[in-house]
């Protein structure tokens, strides 16, 4: 079970960004997630008319790692770690650390 999940409110902690928020697009793979409009980069790209594709600079966003970035907690409207509590009844949720209230209801 993953900390952070696609469609989390997430603060980056660390470099560039630092206190930017934003949504989880994309899982990468269990270390990285893409966050929007967070670590965008400017890249170059040659033309491909087999592809239909223009050529130019295009501005996209980056990978980040998951320990640059902490799940925003609306209690506190601050980032918060994350951690993982079992229910009465089987489940296992994830909770916000500082206050124990549970993420996903």
């Keep these: 079970m993953n900390k952070i999940r ?17 949504a989880v697009v994309l899982r990468v793979d269990d270390e990285h997630v893409v966050v929007d ?6 890249k170059h790209s040659r033309p491909n008319p087999m592809k239909g594709l ?9 990978p980040i ?12 409207q601050k980032a918060d770690r994350v951690g993982f509590k079992q229910l009465d009844d089987g489940r296992k949720v994830r909770v916000f650390k500082s206050n124990g209230e549970v993420v996903d209801a």
């Design 6 to 22: 696609k469609g989390d409110n997430v603060v980056v902690l660390t470099g560039k960004d630092k206190g930017k928020r934003g």
């Design 37 to 42: 409009g967070v670590n965008r980069v400017k």
């Design 54 to 62: 223009p050529g130019g600079i295009i501005e996209k966003e980056m």
């Design 65 to 76: 790692h998951v320990s640059n970035v902490g799940l925003f907690n609306p209690a506190t």
